[in-house]
């Protein structure tokens, strides 16, 4: 059995859409990237890249890459399991805790679940969402932007 974490951070930006977990979530703003800037996917796509052995998510997909630009997490994630899975180590589970003080996402984590355990090819109850506030501290705190912490198991 193989353990890999991974954490990413985004910050709020006026006149994007939030996506986190491949699920488009109405909010005010959205989160500043190169990418569609899914800091849920980005997280555990580093969780499996690290379990995996194979580097991160910035060593497989550059920043500033033009082929990157406003790209899909979720078809990024989708890549690095197909990655893991020839390197011998296919996702098996994964919890993901998503830190933001707004908005609310628990209406959205069944969702987000769904869709992550699609990408990286484990049963639906594989994958675990949890959100937490940052009890107004901080720059999470203060709204300025969103943190997501993964763990993942690989074979
Ligand atoms: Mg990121």
Redo the contacts with the bound molecule.
């Keep these: 059995m193989r353990v890999g974490i991974g954490y990413?951070s985004?910050r709020f930006v006026a006149g994007r859409p939030l996506i986190l977990g491949g699920i488009t979530i109405p909010h005010d703003k959205g989160l500043d990237?190169w990418?569609d800037?899914d800091?849920v996917a980005?997280a555990l796509t580093d969780a499996i890249l690290g379990g995996a052995g194979l580097g991160d998510?910035g060593r497989l997909f550059p920043p500033h890459d033009p082929r990157y630009r406003g790209a899909n997490s979720i078809e990024l994630l989708s890549k690095a399991t197909v990655k893991a899975i020839e390197a011998g180590h296919p996702p098996q589970q994964a919890d993901i805790t998503v830190i933001v003080e707004r908005p609310k996402l628990a209406p959205h984590i069944a969702a987000m679940e769904a869709r992550l355990a699609e990408a990286i090819i484990v049963g639906a109850m594989e994958v675990s969402v949890k959100a937490k506030t940052n009890e107004g501290m901080g720059w999470i705190g203060r709204g300025e932007g969103v943190a997501a912490i993964a763990v993942c198991v690989l074979g």
């Design positions: 990413d985004h990237g990418s800037a800091v980005h998510i």
